[in-house]
């Protein structure tokens, strides 16, 4: 199976940066996507940015020109580097992996990890 380990969040002045990092582990054959979501208090989680293969990426709207995903494929990890930080940011940030496995194609969450960005 596939292990998400993220980090990297915390509590951050509107103005500042904060990255994130998620680690996937396990029996990986080949990653589809590693992508990273996030959910604030009473909204849905949406998709903040998708990293695909080939170097593919799309943003939200809310986040372009602000936040940068990367992927380390020797490591598999994913980064999210967030500038300009609003505190409309304040959210949980999950990391989502879809890939294949030992066990076939699968998609995985992380734990989530803690984004408080302050006025």
């Known amino acids: 199976q596939v292990q998400l380990v993220e980090s990297g969040g915390g509590l951050v002045q509107a103005g500042g940066s904060l990255r994130l990092s998620c680690a996937a582990s396990?029996?990986?054959?080949?990653?589809?996507?590693m992508d990273w979501y996030r959910q604030a208090p009473g909204k849905r989680r949406e998709l903040v940015a998708a990293?695909?293969?080939?170097?593919?990426?799309n943003y939200a709207d809310s986040v372009k020109g602000r936040f940068t995903i990367s992927r380390d494929n020797a490591k598999n990890t994913v980064y999210l580097q967030m500038n300009s930080l609003k505190p409309e940011d304040t959210a949980v940030y999950y990391c989502?992996?879809?890939?294949?496995?030992?066990?076939?194609?699968?998609?995985?969450w992380g734990q989530g990890t803690l984004v408080t960005v302050s006025s």
């Open positions: 989502n992996f879809r890939g294949r496995t030992i066990v076939g194609y699968v998609e995985v």
């Open positions: 396990g029996s990986i054959f080949s990653i589809n996507a």
């Open positions: 990293g695909g293969s080939f170097g593919s990426t």
